[in-house]
């Protein structure tokens, strides 16, 4: 079972940036981030595999960058140009397949507990 453990959540004007990090326990090929708002489902924001490969939700395309830092298994998501709409609890997410799956079949993935972002207008 892979642990995942996000922080940086926090409160943040609109137009501003945050910044969220996800250490997990051990290594998985593919990690990334989803996002719910309440009465909204579970979306995905953005995804990397070990080999580097990025893939966003149009939502947050030119706006969040997704990286992570592989000899410590932690993910990284800088958000600039923050909207009021990017409210939501962040969650990070992971598997050791390949990152189509992390989008398709979302039910499968390890996930952390949750970081909330509020983004103020």
């Known amino acids: 079972q892979v642990q995942l453990v996000e922080s940086g959540g926090g409160s943040v004007q609109a137009g501003g940036s945050r910044s969220l990090s996800c250490a997990a326990s051990e290594y998985t090929y593919c990690m990334g981030w989803f996002r719910q708002s309440p009465g909204k489902e579970r979306e995905g924001v953005a995804s990397i595999d070990r080999q580097g490969s990025t893939r966003y939700a149009d939502s947050v395309k030119g706006r969040f960058t997704i990286s992570q830092i592989n000899a410590k298994n932690t993910l990284l998501l800088q958000m600039n140009s923050l909207k009021p709409e990017d409210t939501a609890t962040y969650y990070c997410?992971?598997?050791?397949?390949?990152?189509?799956?992390?989008?398709?079949?979302?039910?499968?993935?390890?996930w952390g507990q949750g970081t909330q972002v509020t983004v103020s207008s």
């Open positions: 997410a992971a598997r050791r397949d390949y990152c189509h799956y992390l989008w398709s079949a979302p039910s499968h993935n390890y």
